[in-house]
């Protein structure tokens, strides 16, 4: 069974610093990674995914994610976060084939301060 | 952008009672899902549905949940007697296959 791990409830960043948002993953085969964020009130956007190919991937509004398959990880950064930034991120796997449910990581809550 | 629509975006019901959640995927989309969320916490997989069936569920989705998909747009969630503990958000979702989900705003649901 596939699972996802966000290891901190909570990051808080100064505006203008880079953040990073922990995420590692459990999953037979290879795996299908995302991104997303969710606004107060709104549901879950997405914001980038890794299937294959090119081990750093970019995606909306200047962030990026880093896939490690040694490490089974794959944080989401951005070099300068800013204070529109703050909300729930959510890292989400699925496993072969690519139509499976997503399974959610717990969120991280990204507080970016001015 | 094609959107995933869903109504109402709040419904307050009495325990026991049966509510209906509607969606509107998006419409080239043959991949369905609804997933729920508690207080802002973990988001949960209820079900997937495929060519007018299911094809996955999580053990939440026991007996008293059902989807329906009755007419060429609509994607709904049936809760047959509610409880307390399904005040929640519940989230319609809809992809191409492997592309990402698209999500809908959400319904809350508040069991008294």
């Known amino acids: 069974a596939q699972s996802v791990a966000q290891p901190e409830d909570q990051v808080n960043v100064a505006e203008g610093n880079p953040l990073t948002v922990k995420c590692t993953y459990s999953?037979?085969?290879?795996?299908?990674l995302f991104w997303y964020v969710q606004y107060p009130n709104r549901g879950l956007q997405f914001l980038l995914k890794?299937?294959?190919?090119?081990?750093l991937v970019k995606g909306s509004y200047g962030f990026e994610a880093e896939f490690n398959k040694s490490q089974t990880s794959f944080h989401l950064k951005k070099p300068s976060a800013l204070v529109s930034d703050s909300a729930l991120y959510f890292c989400?796997?699925?496993?072969?084939?690519?139509?499976?449910?997503?399974?959610f990581g717990k969120g991280t809550r990204l507080s970016v301060i001015a | 952008e094609p959107e995933v629509t869903q109504t109402p975006s709040h419904q307050v019901t009495q325990m026991g009672q049966e509510v209906i959640l509607r969606c509107v995927p998006i419409?080239?989309?043959?991949?369905f899902y609804w997933y729920r969320q508690i207080l802002g916490q973990k988001v949960e997989f209820l079900v997937s549905f495929y060519n007018n069936e299911i094809s996955e569920k999580s053990e939440i989705f026991d007996d008293q949940f059902s989807v329906e998909r009755p007419d060429g747009s609509n994607f709904t969630l049936k809760i047959r007697s509610t409880k307390l503990e399904d005040s929640a958000m519940y989230f319609c979702?809809?992809?191409?296959?492997?592309?990402?989900?698209?999500f809908g705003n959400g319904t809350r649901l508040t069991v008294t």
């Open positions: 999953v037979s085969g290879n795996p299908y």
């Open positions: 979702a809809s992809s191409a296959g492997s592309s990402p989900l698209h």
């Open positions: 989400a796997v699925r496993g072969n084939p690519g139509n499976t449910p997503l399974v």
């Open positions: 890794y299937i294959t190919g090119d081990n």
């Open positions: 419409s080239n989309h043959l991949y």
